[in-house]
């Protein structure tokens, strides 16, 4: 339920709510909007004497959150969240660029992507420590060594570290390290992962499974801001279809709608949502065409030696080209991408 206040409410007919949905067993989350503040019951909501929480002190009216995620939702929030971890901002006419390797490889590796990076107007370095690859066979990433090499690379170039924890027992170390804690498609209903996360004191990347409809990422994310953490950013980076020539299928339809429907920022992924490094620019594009908050692309001092997703990383040349390409789509829309 949504409790609107009226505009004359005190702090005092809002704390008197809080305690009212409290006594009912459900959780009360304080919206303080400009114009009015809202409370959202959320929990069980068939409690008995919900209906009159509408006399309640200062009450408006109370409303029901059609929308199965509730935290997440427009009908909750009507303004548009902006994510904020170091240099990187997400949202609100600002596109964030967040850019990098796929995986950590080295210390001149990571630091002189940084450098280019940051050159060509990032507002983020991305680079994953630990990888969670389909194959065990595969390079499973530097880990805490990696998270190092990150930390050094923000503190040469000043660029917020995006990278992904795979697992609960990781989030403390990886909190050490990183600006933002991106959860990986593979992960994305990991409940115990979204909820530690959720408890921690950094900003969320959360991505969407390939095989997740919309309504489990919304509820996904709905996890994470459950504990507590209201920085939470939506990653859509491709889902799987019958398509085989693209790696995923990359709906960019997913945009205007979960902004219709959620406050949360979306940001593209077109590197896992093609596969090929010859179809990212045209899909960064267009992605901030469809109005997304911001970009994870993949960049590599030199791609073809890449320990992973080379085959759809931009080497520099291609980095800043799509940087330039995207900058004047960026002022159609009259928003500021990246540190441009
Ligand atoms: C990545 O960002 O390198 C990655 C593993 O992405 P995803 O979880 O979307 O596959
Ligand atoms: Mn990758």
């Not at 940084?114 to 990433?141: E, H, I, M, W």
Request: glycine share 8%; charged share 20%; hydrophobic share 40%.
């Amino acid at each position: 339920m949504i409790i609107v206040m009226k505009r004359s409410a005190s702090e005092q007919d809002i704390t008197t709510m809080i305690h009212e949905v409290e006594a009912r067993g459900l959780k009360a989350n304080v919206i303080r909007g400009t114009e009015r503040t809202v409370i959202a019951a959320v929990g069980e909501e068939r409690v008995a004497g919900i209906g009159s929480l509408e006399s309640g002190p200062g009450v408006d009216e109370v409303l029901p959150i059609l929308a199965p995620y509730k935290l997440a939702s427009r009908e909750l929030q009507p303004e548009s969240s902006t994510v904020q971890a170091g240099s990187l901002t997400v949202g609100n006419g600002q596109i964030g660029v967040i850019a990098g390797p796929c995986s950590v490889e080295s210390e001149e590796q990571i630091v002189t992507t940084a450098q280019a990076v940051r050159a060509a107007g990032a507002s983020a370095l991305r680079g994953g420590a630990f990888k969670p690859r389909t194959s065990p066979y595969s390079f499973q990433g530097l880990k805490e060594e990696g998270l190092q090499l990150l930390a050094e690379a923000r503190r040469q170039t000043g660029l917020a570290v995006v990278t992904e924890v795979v697992s609960p027992e990781d989030v403390e170390l990886v909190v050490e390290y990183a600006d933002v804690l991106q959860i990986g498609a593979r992960n994305m209903q990991n409940y115990r992962l979204l909820e530690a996360v959720g408890k921690s004191p950094r900003a969320v990347l959360l991505k969407r499974g390939p095989s997740a409809t919309i309504d489990e990422w919304l509820l996904a994310a709905e996890y994470i801001l459950d504990a507590g953490n209201d920085q939470v950013m939506l990653c859509e980076r491709g889902i799987r279809t019958f398509e085989t020539h693209t790696r995923f299928t990359l709906p960019l339809a997913s945009v205007p709608y979960v902004q219709q429907r959620t406050h949360l920022p979306v940001v593209i992924d077109p590197s896992h949502g093609t596969g090929h490094t010859y179809l990212v620019p045209a899909m960064a594009q267009a992605a901030i065409a469809a109005g997304a908050d911001g970009l994870i692309v993949e960049v590599h001092p030199h791609p073809e030696q890449a320990q992973s997703d080379g085959y759809q990383s931009l080497n520099f040349a291609e980095y800043e080209a799509m940087m330039a390409a995207c900058q004047k789509i960026a002022g159609a829309m009259e928003k500021h991408l990246g540190m441009l």
